[in-house]
C-alpha cells in the first residue's frame, strides 16, 4: 500500500484524496487551515461534488483517508501530490502563490526519493521552478517534479478521476517519471510521458481548443440568428462528423470561470513576451463577451429598459452537480443586469451558502422556483440542473406577469415550454 499526501483541500486536492484512496493507497489529505481539517475528518466537504461526502466519509471509516494540517507528515510520505484549485484573478491571470508556499514548506521533510507531483494549474514554466526551489531548501532531495495536468470536471470529478479519457506525466527524470507511473498504473487508460514543459503546454493547449470551439460556435448562433437558421440543429450535424465528435460548439453562453479564459490568457501573454500577435486567441475573448452581452440584448428586445426590472436567475453555480459560484456565468451576468438597473433574484439547488454571501448586495436567493417567477419580469436559465427540465412550466407561466425566458444552454424543450405559454428565448435560434 502505497502512502500518499495530498496537499490542498479544496475540489482538486479532496478529488485526488478520495480518487487515490479509492485506487488501495493510504492518502492523507493536508492543509493549513485547521476549521477546514476538523470538518473533512467529521465527513464534512467545504462544497458539494457529485458522490464526494460519501466517498469521504467511506475512505474514512476504511481508514484509507485521513486528514492533518501537520506539515511533518510529509516526512513518511512515498508521493506528495500539490492540488491546490489555483485562484485566478478578475483578469484571467493566475496566481501560483499557494503552489510555491507549499512547496516551502514541504521541502524541508520531503524523504530522498519522494516525488512531488503538481497537478495545480499553473503556467508554463512553473514545474522547473518549483523543483529548483526544492532542491535549493533541501540538498538531499534526490527525486524530482512531475507535471500532471488536472482532468478535473465540475459535477462528474471523481469519475473523471477515475476513468479519465487519458493522462499526461511531465518529468525531466526518467526514473522519477517511472516512478509515478507505477502509481497511476491501476487506472487504465492512454499514458502520454513528455519532459514538463510539453506537458504544461497541453493544459494551455486544451483549454484554449475548448474556449475556441465555443466561441465557434456562437459565432455560428450569431450569424444563424441573423440569417434565420437553428444553430442547434446546425451544431447536431457538425458533431455527427468524427473529426469534430465531443468538441462542444453547440451555441448557447459563452465560457466563464477561470479555466478556459486563465489558459487563453496565458498563451496571449506568452505570446506577447515572444513578438507574436496571436490574432486568434485575442478574438476568443471577444466573441465570447458578446454571448454574455446577447442575454442583456434579449432582456431589453422583451422588456425595453430593464431599470427596476427583477430578473430570475435559474441556476447560479458553474455548472450543474457542483456548489461553487467561483467565476460562476450567473455571477457575471447578475453583475451586467445589476449595472442596468435590474434587480436579480436567484435559485439553485445546491448552491454554497456561505459563498453567496459574498454576492448578497447584487442577488438575492429564493427558496423555491415558483417563487422566482412570481415576483420576476422574466426568468434566464444559466445553470443546466436536470431539475429545471421537469418544471411545471404551465404553473410558472400562470404565475408570471409576462412568461419570457432566456434560455442561455438551449437546455430546455423549447416546444413544451412554447407550449406552456412562455416566450421562449434560445440561442441562435432565431
Request: charged share 25%; hydrophobic share 40%; net charge positive.
Amino acid at each position: 500500500m502505497k502512502s500518499i499526501c495530498v496537499i490542498g483541500l479544496w475540489h482538486l486536492g479532496l478529488v485526488n484524496c478520495v480518487g487515490l484512496a479509492e485506487l488501495g493507497n493510504a492518502v492523507v489529505g493536508l492543509d493549513f487551515d485547521k476549521t477546514l481539517v476538523t470538518k473533512l475528518t467529521q465527513g464534512i466537504p467545504p462544497l458539494f461534488e457529485s458522490g464526494l461526502k460519501e466517498k469521504i466519509i467511506k475512505n474514512l471509516k476504511l481508514k484509507k483517508l485521513r486528514f492533518n494540517y501537520h506539515v511533518k507528515e510529509i516526512a513518511t510520505a512515498d508521493y506528495v501530490i500539490i492540488a491546490y484549485d489555483s485562484p485566478v484573478n478578475e483578469k484571467d491571470e493566475v496566481d501560483i502563490t499557494p503552489v510555491v508556499d507549499a512547496a516551502k514548506k514541504i521541502a524541508p521533510f520531503l524523504k530522498k526519493n519522494t516525488p512531488v507531483i503538481i497537478t495545480s494549474q499553473i503556467p508554463l514554466g512553473t514545474s522547473e521552478k518549483i523543483e529548483k526551489l526544492i532542491k535549493k531548501i533541501n540538498k538531499n532531495w534526490k527525486s524530482g517534479v512531475i507535471y500532471i495536468p488536472e482532468n478535473l470536471r465540475l459535477g462528474m470529478a471523481i469519475d473523471r478521476f477515475l476513468n479519465p479519457d487519458m493522462l499526461v506525466f511531465g518529468s525531466n527524470n526518467p526514473t522519477v517519471l517511472k516512478t509515478v507511473l507505477d502509481l497511476y498504473q491501476p487506472i487504465q487508460t492512454k499514458k502520454y510521458s513528455m519532459d514538463l514543459r510539453s506537458a504544461e503546454m497541453v493544459k494551455h493547449a486544451l483549454n484554449t481548443f475548448l474556449a475556441t470551439s465555443i466561441t465557434f460556435g456562437n459565432e455560428i448562433a450569431s450569424l444563424c440568428d441573423r440569417l434565420g437558421a437553428d444553430a442547434l440543429k446546425v451544431g447536431m450535424a457538425l458533431k455527427a462528423d468524427k473529426r469534430i465528435g465531443q468538441a462542444p460548439i453547440l451555441p448557447g453562453l459563452g465560457f466563464s470561470g477561470g479555466t478556459l479564459a486563465r489558459d487563453v490568457q496565458q498563451l496571449i501573454k506568452f505570446s506577447s513576451m515572444n513578438d507574436y500577435s496571436a490574432p486568434l486567441l485575442k478574438s476568443i475573448f471577444i466573441i465570447n463577451e458578446e454571448s454574455f452581452r446577447l442575454i442583456i440584448i434579449k432582456l431589453t428586445n422583451k422588456l425595453g429598459n430593464l431599470k427596476g426590472k427583477t430578473i430570475g436567475i435559474l441556476g447560479l453555480t458553474y455548472k450543474p452537480g457542483t456548489s461553487t459560484l467561483r467565476r460562476s456565468s450567473a455571477i457575471k451576468i447578475i453583475t451586467m443586469l445589476v449595472e442596468k438597473g435590474a434587480t436579480c433574484l436567484g435559485y439553485d439547488p445546491k448552491v454554497n451558502l456561505q459563498e453567496l454571501k459574498k454576492y448578497s448586495k447584487i442577488v438575492k436567493k429564493v427558496n423555491t422556483v415558483m417563487e422566482l417567477a412570481k415576483f420576476s419580469d422574466a426568468l434566464v436559465l444559466v445553470t443546466e440542473w436536470p431539475e429545471f427540465r421537469d418544471l411545471d412550466y404551465n404553473k410558472l407561466a400562470n404565475d408570471m406577469k409576462k412568461p419570457i425566458i432566456i434560455d442561455s444552454k438551449n437546455f430546455l424543450d423549447s416546444d413544451l415550454v412554447k407550449k406552456a405559454g412562455f416566450d421562449y428565448q434560445g440561442f441562435g435560434r432565431s
